[in-house]
């Protein structure tokens, strides 16, 4: 994302010494990422839908929209290796920052099991030879959420820019090139992913989940 489109959405990213902090002019409003807040998602964990979801532990998986990392975190503090990409540069910087600033032992070896990597997740599936028991995809959803956002969210909506079709592209080109299971984090009311084969959708109150099986068809991927 270029400099003028956030100048243009009044948002800056500042190196303060408390890290890196965003700020939108408009709604005057400040945010720092903490991994250290996400102590309570983590002790929720086994309840947590991703966790019915994914039965198994010490699975490698790749978390395609990174963003803020909370599902990653979740992912993780379940005893899986997350490979984590983001490919806004702002997003990205905020992650590194909070990578690099975290207190508590526990958050930090979760956070140990997470590779953090910038890039758009197709050109990654499209260059990696590593196997990955399970690829997780949480675009922005395109329906307008009625409870109020947590500034951290807001953030993400006013920052991120979400093409629907493009989207669907990625999954569809993902589905043909692994072997993986991919799961897809969706809002509870929204069809767009209606047209693939779906294996099983797990519904919670305000999203569902999506189970997909990759269709391998064009190159097989070794287990490294
Ligand atoms: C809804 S947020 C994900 C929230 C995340 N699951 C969490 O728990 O914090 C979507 C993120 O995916 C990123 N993203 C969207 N398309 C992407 C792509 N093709 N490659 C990499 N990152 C992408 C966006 O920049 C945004 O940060």
């Known amino acids: 994302m270029s ?52 039965k198994a532990n010490n699975l490698d998986i790749l978390d395609c929209t990174g963003g803020f990392a909370k599902d990653a975190a979740i992912l993780a503090s379940l005893g899986n290796n997350i490979t984590l990409i983001e490919q806004n540069p702002m997003i990205m910087s905020l992650l590194i920052d909070a990578r690099g600033k975290i207190k508590n032992d526990e958050i930090r070896s979760v956070f140990n099991r997470i590779k953090i990597k910038f ?30 956002p947590s500034k951290n969210e807001q953030f993400l909506r006013k920052i991120v820019k979400n093409d629907r079709n493009v989207n669907i592209n990625i999954i569809q ?26 294996i099983n959708t797990y519904k919670g109150k305000t999203v569902k989940y999506h189970l997909l099986e990759g269709k391998n068809g064009y190159r097989k991927i070794s287990k490294k």
């Open 3 to 54: 400099r003028l489109l956030y100048d243009s959405l009044k948002i800056t990213l500042h190196k303060t010494s408390d890290g890196y902090q965003i700020i939108d002019h408009e709604k005057n409003m400040k945010m720092t990422l903490s991994f250290d807040d996400y102590c309570k998602i983590i002790q929720d964990n086994r309840k947590h839908q991703l966790n019915k979801i994914i």
């Open 119 to 148: 890039g758009n997740c197709i050109d990654f599936i499209r260059n990696t030879n590593k196997h990955f028991d399970y690829i997780y995809f949480d675009f922005m959803f395109n329906i307008n959420k009625s409870a109020l």
């Open 173 to 198: 080109e993902t589905v043909q090139r692994v072997v993986s299971k991919i799961i897809i984090k969706d809002h509870i009311s929204s069809n767009d992913y209606d047209n693939f084969d779906i």
